[in-house]
């Protein structure tokens, strides 16, 4: 059996990107400060950004974690979420970091963002654009909002990652972590899966699809924060997950899209 989607164009029968949500979408769940894959996230995405950066938006930037990690990049930084919670534990943290006056984090209920057409220099997501109602509408306000010239840079889940990083409820099995079903066709993937899943190809026609010139993609391996036990941890990214980045498809949790508008 040979490898999956090495050129990005096996179908097996998805259908169109525009189709309604998965069922099941869920709200996603923040990194905790402190995860390797906040500090893999700003080693690849710090030297896409704008230089100089005035500011930089966070689309869905959940408690803060890993917006606060460009700060060294960037004069502002502005987070937009659903989650109030969230937003407070962004706050505070900005707060204790001394960054108070450089922060923003700004309410969202999904619709548009409450800034002016072209007033950021740089906009970021990290896999959240998987479990937004609209695609293409949260990409067309990332494109709204962001400057002539600037800066997209975006993360998804890898479809050809052994496992759904967020899991499926599947009938008779509590288990919600079993391996392959991102590999399913997209019809029975989203019927069962809490979240999108996407082959490099589709979130690429995805962004120039909202008006924006694809700069960079690739495949980001697998952090293994979820992995028990630091030795196990350090082992695996030692080895197997050692680079940043991958050509093997089942060794990517993420796919990386940096973009210019």
Known sequence: MG????????????????????S??????????????????HRLVAPLLPDPCGTLLDFGCGNGAQTLRFADCCDKLIGVDLNQEYLT???????????????????????????PDGSVDAVTSFTVLEHVPDEQAA?????????????LVLTVPNRWWIFETHGADLPLLS??????????????????????IYRRRD??????????RVLDTGRLTAPMDVLPGAA??????????????????????????????
């Open 3 to 22: 490898l999956p989607d090495m050129n990005d164009d096996v179908n097996h029968g998805d259908t169109d990107r525009t189709a309604q949500a998965p």
């Open 24 to 41: 099941h979408l869920a709200t996603g769940v923040p990194a905790t400060g402190g995860q390797f894959v906040l500090e893999r996230r």
């Open 89 to 115: 534990d962004f706050r505070q943290e900005a707060t204790r970091l001394g960054l108070a006056d450089r922060v923003t984090a700004i309410a969202t209920g999904g619709g548009p963002i409450h800034l």
């Open 139 to 151: 990409l067309a306000e990332m494109y709204r909002v962001l400057r002539t010239g600037g800066v």
């Open 175 to 196: 288990w919600n972590r079993v391996p392959l079903v991102s590999w399913w066709p997209r019809r029975w993937h989203d019927k069962w899966a809490r979240a999108r």
């Open 203 to 212: 979130i690429v026609e995805l962004v120039t699809g909202a008006g924006f």
């Open 232 to 261: 196990l941890r350090n082992l695996a990214r030692a080895t197997l997950f050692r680079p940043d980045r991958t050509r093997i498809p089942f060794l990517a949790t993420e796919i990386l899209v940096a973009a210019e508008r």
